[in-house]
Structures are given as C-alpha cells and as structure tokens.
C-alpha cells in the first residue's frame, strides 16, 4: 500500500509560479510510474504530465509542454511538478497518482494509488 500526499498548492496570479510535491510512504516508490493530474469543477480527471521509474523520460499534455516540468528523487520518495508561465486555465485540483505495473500511461484507470489533491487557483 503506498500512501500519497501532495502539497505546494496555492493562489498565483498569471505567469506566477508553483512548485507542487507528492511525497510517498508505503511500497516501493521506484517500482512506480508516476503521473500528474488535475481536475476543475464540473470536468473529468485530466493528466497533466508522466514520469518514467528512473525518472529518464517524461510525458506531457500538449496544453502545458514547456512551461510545466515533473521530475522525481527516489532517494526522497517524491514526485514534483514545477509549474510556471502560469493560465487561469490552469486552476484546478492537482492529483498525483502511482500506476501498477505499467509503463508510460495517461489512463487514470491504470493507476492504483491516489494522493487527496491540492488546489491551484490562478487569477488573471
């Protein structure tokens, strides 16, 4: 069973910045392709950006490419998603997620553990 807690949520105004962690505990946290998402009101999970076990090869929607950035430190067990150039269409609540024992995947389905979400809001 792993355990995930997301933090570094916040309000920014455009072109502002965000640092966002989800730190691990439980299980094997390297044995884990990891994945953000998000979701706004009304509207289904979206993900946002994926992560290779190593941390070699990264995933991205093509609404954040080069201006979010994900990367992991297995040594610390965490997950990151650096957030700049900021939208207002970027408001939402941030999930990170640990798939199974699968490779790259944007399906939420396909993953297995969940963190409680943090909110990003960003005004113009």
């Known amino acids: 069973q792993v355990k995930l807690v997301e933090s570094g949520g916040g309000s920014v105004q455009a072109e502002g910045s965000l640092r966002l962690s989800c730190a691990a505990s439980?299980?094997?946290?390297?044995?884990?392709?990891m994945g953000w998402f998000r979701q706004a009101p009304g509207q289904e999970r979206e993900f946002v950006a994926g992560?290779?076990?190593?941390?070699?090869?990264?995933d991205y929607a093509d609404s954040v490419k080069g201006r979010l950035t994900i990367f992991r430190d297995n040594t610390k067990s965490t997950v990151y998603l650096q957030m700049n150039s900021l939208k207002p269409e970027d408001t939402a609540v941030y999930y990170c997620?640990?798939?199974?024992?699968?490779?790259?995947?944007?399906?939420?389905?396909?993953?297995?553990?969940w963190g409680q979400g943090t909110q990003v809001t960003v005004s113009s």
């Open positions: 997620g640990a798939a199974g024992n699968l490779g790259s995947t944007r399906r939420p389905k396909d993953y297995v553990y």
């Open positions: 439980g299980g094997t946290f390297s044995n884990h392709y």
């Open positions: 992560i290779s076990r190593s941390g070699g090869m990264a």
